[in-house]
């Protein structure tokens, strides 16, 4: 008598499995499953430099330093952490007034431009913007394993180039922390989906200490923890991932409490210093429609085109039942931090850079497309987002 077992026995013991969970029946990958995020990462880099090179030749047209432009706005407040540290104190403006202050900016970036900073030349400005090129690797890296794990190579290999090709791409190669909170941003929620309760704790707690949108990605690791104990999933570990997660935002506004004598500290910077607020989103509600009425720069229409685009995406993605939740929640809270937030109207199509997870249905689309669609919808898009880098480098004079 035969000892195999039977189709009905082979399909009870697989089990199912829901969008992005890994497959635990497949076979290991093999050693050159380690080199094949190569195209991805040589894709971005490659539609990033092509875009760099055209505003070099506008910048030098118009006898203007690009790696100076790179290293404006935000990135001077950067390299004058690493260069001067943290302010004691909120300064006063002559009036009396508060002024604005680096407390407000998370400290893991400007550490790491420090890091660098013994080694690339040219002081703590050119560290930053090196910084943020390594960053924009890794999370070009990260993009398309998230990729990979929820569709495919091809869709993992096309969201890293899409990355690289949006409108205010041009962020990402400047000294912000953009990239670096969008490469732990992926590889968190890449662990998460592959159950490595450790690792994307540990990456949510750096993606805390890169800026105060690490809320969103604490938020999805916590949840996930919690649906994990609530089924009694994996053990101690999703706990271990909860405690971990939010140790790095609430480290580092507890030390700007500490340094202010006061346990709002940070949030008073914010508010106060800095005015930064949230509303129900009337103010950028209000805001755009203003623009309706009035004429005004092209980077606020831009910020306007690029708020519908995200909402678009963002249900699309959400009604997409191959697109998992972390991926939808995490991209969610981006779009509503960005949407909601009552201050820098300029600068709220940058801040979606990091919400990836909303071009997973484009990237899945132009996987399944011909080349003869694929190529001419990426140069498109290439030539869109370096003109606009243009724009935003030599034409506009406030921070993206």
Not at 51 to 74: E, H, N, R, T
Not at 328 to 352: E, H, P, Q, W
Not at 364 to 390: C, E, F, K, N, Q
């Amino acid at each position: 008598m035969s000892l195999a077992p039977t189709g009905a026995e082979t399909s009870l013991r697989v089990p199912r499995q829901r969008p992005g969970e890994p497959d635990e029946t497949a076979s290991p990958p093999p050693r050159q499953a380690r080199f094949a995020a190569w195209p991805a990462v040589a894709l971005y880099a490659g539609l990033r430099l092509v875009c760099l090179a055209v505003a070099w030749a506008y910048a030098a047209s118009s006898g203007k330093d690009l790696w100076a432009l790179l290293g404006k706005y935000d990135a001077i407040w950067y390299a004058g952490i690493v260069e001067r540290g943290y302010d004691a104190a909120i300064p006063l403006r002559p009036d009396g007034g508060l002024a604005t202050t680096n407390l407000a900016f998370f400290p893991l970036f400007p550490g790491l431009t420090a890091a660098l900073d013994p080694i690339v030349p040219g002081g703590a400005g050119s560290a930053g913007i090196a910084a943020s090129w390594l960053a924009g690797l890794a999370a070009a890296w990260g993009l398309f394993a998230v990729g990979a794990q929820v569709r495919d190579r091809r869709t993992g290999v096309l969201l890293a180039g899409l990355w690289a090709v949006l409108p205010h791409a041009f962020v990402e190669s400047m000294g912000y922390t953009e990239t670096l909170f969008t490469a732990l941003a992926a590889w968190s929620l890449f662990a998460l989906l592959r159950r490595r309760w450790l690792t994307a704790g540990l990456l949510c707690l750096f993606a805390g200490l890169t800026r105060p949108t690490g809320a969103a990605i604490i938020a999805v690791v916590g949840l996930a923890a919690l649906i994990a104990v609530i089924r009694r999933r994996d053990g101690w570990r999703p706990w271990l991932a909860a405690f971990l997660a939010p140790l790095g935002f609430l480290g580092y506004v507890a030390w700007v409490g500490e340094r202010l004598g006061r346990a709002d500290g940070y949030f008073h910077v914010q508010n106060d210093a800095w005015r930064m607020g949230y509303d129900l989103g009337g103010y950028t509600v209000t805001t755009a429609s203003g623009l309706l009425t009035k004429s005004s720069p092209l980077a606020l229409y831009m910020v306007v085109l690029v708020l519908l685009i995200a909402i678009t995406l963002l249900v699309a993605a959400a009604t997409d039942r191959r697109v998992p939740w972390e991926l939808t929640v995490y991209a969610a809270l981006i779009v509503g931090l960005a949407f909601f937030g009552d201050s820098y109207f300029n600068s709220k199509a940058r801040l979606l850079i990091p919400a990836f997870p909303l071009l997973l249905p484009v990237a899945a689309a132009l996987a399944s497309a011909r080349r003869t669609v694929m190529i001419p919808v990426l140069t498109l898009l290439t030539l869109i987002s370096a003109g606009y880098g243009v724009y935003l480098g030599l034409t506009w004079t406030y921070s993206p």
